[in-house]
């Protein structure tokens, strides 16, 4: 087994922390690079610069090509750092097997850096909002855990129509939450606020409630009947943006969805749960009705020389080669829309996902959108086809904690439906052609 | 082109024995690439819509034609690991008879560690190139049996 080469003071590292060429690489959880305190540290977060490169991914076959594509070259130096050496030293192994030339590990974050309040961290801004599998678990056996405040918890299992997936096995003590029950089905925008305030009631769901939401990616194919039924996680953002809108004031996402509980070998069960309907959800609903824009507000962000209107969808449906979804028929874009990618088509999200489909890492997000003009200063709306992708996208810009965030709700269904909006089609010309497409 | 074996399991313990000697991921990722490389380039024609396989951030292409009555596969991608993968899917089912690649059963994935190691997104895609195939053959078997020839 290769020695590890280099090992780094806390000292050595801060003097090192401004060198342009340093790649600095946080081998822990995803979720302790956000900001949780898995081993009680003293301070959470991550190193500022540091990229997130979890041991888990290590095991993949392709992790070699999961560290390209983050831009972590052979070349330059390479120090990685873990909650301990278990951690850092098989993923600078991995970089030395790889052949990376110059490799090192920084073993003191616990003791010295998390320990001593002048060395920097940085975390996201919501991490809270984001949680890990070992902290839902935690909730929901002893009904408590760090960051919750206490009171009633609601996990959700959200999915498309698709109740067998949630019968074929759902997190213990979870309810089938059908996305049906807040979007309305010819629009495929948010209810009205009585249906939303039903729905929510019916669930169990007050504003005080914490609402943990999750789905199971399982392959959506575009040529299925009902390809949303197979994007659960999608599912569960979307729920997450519209109980955001009503008011549920403590809303959060398991980071990674299904996937991450089963990857933490905690057990599934076909169990129905028993579900305690509230008498009163306890305040208005919308409270957050800024959240959502709908089509006069959209076209009135498109002429605003502080707004965006942001398009999460795939190259071939921005460019108009398809319009993304079985039942939509007019393909383009709305002019004046940023390109914000989001994947393969309308049912994937990779430049929003790591490959174990836990969100990606903040910074790398927030560097795509700055890139395409979508910064933080602006108000941001963003939109899909109905507005999942969309509240997915939003939901990482509300986690970052942006001002002025939204989803316009209608998207590409509502603009394309009247034929007075205008539609544009082909790859546009340099200058509007923010969104870079590898 | 030679016969391919007589038993689809032959070849799977083959390829389950080749990469039993590799200890470490990048080991068995590289053994994926060299499979990837090995795969003869895709015509214009395979790498067309009509073969894409839907969902794939980078397009994967497989195509069959019915010949004597078995699947002659072929595929493509241009990510090397997703060529690898058909690389190896191919050299298990290429040349089967539809029934035989819908009762393979393809136990070569868990026993490399295939299905398990790779990342939930790329295992995702190699469970879509599976499906694709099986589909073919079921398409075949269907067309068969209501007495037309497909394709």
């Not at chain 1, 500022?48 to 490169?53: E, F, I, Q, Y």
């Not at chain 1, 909650?83 to 073993?107: I, K, L, Q, T």
């Not at chain 1, 790591?354 to 890492?361: F, G, I, M, V």
């Not at chain 1, 590409?412 to 009247?418: Q, R």
Request: proline share 6%; with cysteine; net charge negative.
């Amino acid at each position: 087994m290769t020695e590890i080469a280099k090992r780094l003071s806390t000292r050595e590292l801060r003097d090192r922390l401004g060198d342009p060429r340093l790649q600095l690489i946080d081998a822990r959880p995803i979720d302790a690079y956000n900001g949780w305190r898995l081993r009680q540290e003293a301070r959470g977060g991550h190193i500022p610069g540091a990229r997130a490169l979890p041991l888990k991914w290590a095991a993949y076959l392709d992790w070699i090509e999961i560290a390209r594509a983050k831009g972590i070259g052979p070349d330059a130096p390479v120090v990685v750092y873990g909650y301990d050496a278990g951690e850092a030293d098989p993923v600078a192994r991995a970089f030395s097997r790889a052949g990376y030339v110059d490799v090192a590990v920084y073993g003191d974050f616990v003791a010295k850096w998390s320990a001593d309040a002048r060395l920097p961290l940085e975390s996201l801004p919501r991490y809270r909002h984001l949680v890990p599998a070992g902290w839902l678990r935690e909730v929901l056996t002893r009904g408590t855990a760090p960051e919750h405040a206490g009171g009633p918890v609601v996990l959700c299992h959200a999915h498309y129509q698709n109740r067998g997936d949630y019968e074929q096995g759902h997190i213990p003590g979870a309810l089938e939450l059908d996305t049906n029950s807040l979007e309305a089905p010819d629009t495929w925008n948010r209810r009205s606020p009585a249906e939303v305030r039903e729905a929510l009631e019916k669930s169990g769901i007050t504003r005080d409630t914490t609402v943990v939401l999750y789905g199971r990616f399982s392959f959506p194919d575009n040529r299925d009947a009902f390809p949303g039924s197979s994007a659960g996680q999608l599912a569960a953002f979307r729920c997450a943006f519209i109980m955001l809108w009503a008011g549920v004031t403590d809303v959060r996402i398991l980071n990674g969805g299904l996937q991450s509980w089963l990857d933490a070998g905690y057990a599934v069960t076909t169990e129905e749960s028993e579900i305690r309907p509230v008498a009163d959800f306890g305040g208005d609903i919308p409270a957050a009705p800024e959240l959502a824009v709908d089509l006069p507000e959209a076209k009135a962000m498109l002429a605003a020389d502080d707004a965006n209107l942001v398009c999460v969808r795939s190259w071939p449906e921005y460019i108009g080669e398809v319009s993304g979804y079985h039942y939509i028929e007019r393909k383009g874009r709305i002019p004046g829309a940023v390109f914000a990618e989001c994947g393969a088509d309308a049912y994937h999200m990779e430049h929003y996902r790591n490959l174990d489909h836990t969100s990606r890492e903040y910074g790398e997000i927030a560097a795509e959108w700055r890139a395409a003009g979508i910064t933080p200063d602006r108000h941001n709306a963003f939109y899909c086809g109905t507005g999942w992708r969309g509240s997915e996208a939003f939901f990482n810009a509300w986690l970052m904690g942006w001002p002025r965030v939204s989803v316009y709700d209608g998207g590409w269904f509502e603009w394309s439906s009247d034929p007075a909006n205008p539609i544009e089609t082909g790859i546009p010309a340099p200058a509007s052609s923010l969104g870079v497409h590898a | 082109m030679p016969e391919p074996p007589a038993c689809s399991d032959e070849v799977q313990l083959a390829i389950v024995r080749e990469m039993s000697g590799l200890d470490d991921a990048l080991a068995r990722y590289e053994y994926l690439i060299a499979q990837g490389d090995a795969l003869p380039p895709g015509t214009g024609e395979l790498r067309s819509e009509r073969y894409a396989i839907p969902g794939c951030q980078v397009s994967v292409w497989i195509r069959a034609e019915l010949e004597d009555g078995r699947l002659r596969l072929s595929g493509d991608s241009d990510a090397r690991i997703n060529r690898g993968m058909v690389a190896l899917l191919l050299r298990v089912l290429d040349g089967r008879t539809p029934a035989e690649i819908l009762t393979a059963d393809l136990s070569f994935l868990d026993r490399t560690g295939l299905r398990t190691q790779l990342s939930p997104v790329r295992a995702n895609g190699l469970a879509a190139m599976v499906e694709r195939i099986r589909a073919y053959a079921r398409e075949q078997l269907a067309a068969s049996s209501s007495g037309r020839a497909s394709r």
